[in-house]
């Protein structure tokens, strides 16, 4: 997988999850989008689980989506 976007954001607020306005899929979502930080364009899906403390299960499912919505591209070879 590639992301489509470029650099992580740097200057995330701190997340109060406790809020019941706080969704936590879309924490997860954010979480494998910025995986894909400037030195890491390209990441096999253990990669991403691992780097976002996901399973691989979850880590597919969220690139799935991410990719059905444009946010990552799989790359042709994986």
Known sequence: MSSRRGAAV???????ATSPLFVQSV??????LTAFDG???QLSLSEIAALTDLD????????YTLAML???VKDGAS
């Open 56 to 63: 691989n299960s979850a880590a597919q499912r969220f690139t």
């Open 39 to 41: 030195s890491k364009r």
């Open 27 to 32: 924490e997860k979502a954010m979480k494998v």
């Open 10 to 16: 740097e200057d995330r607020p701190t997340a109060d």
């Open 70 to 72: 444009g946010y990552l």
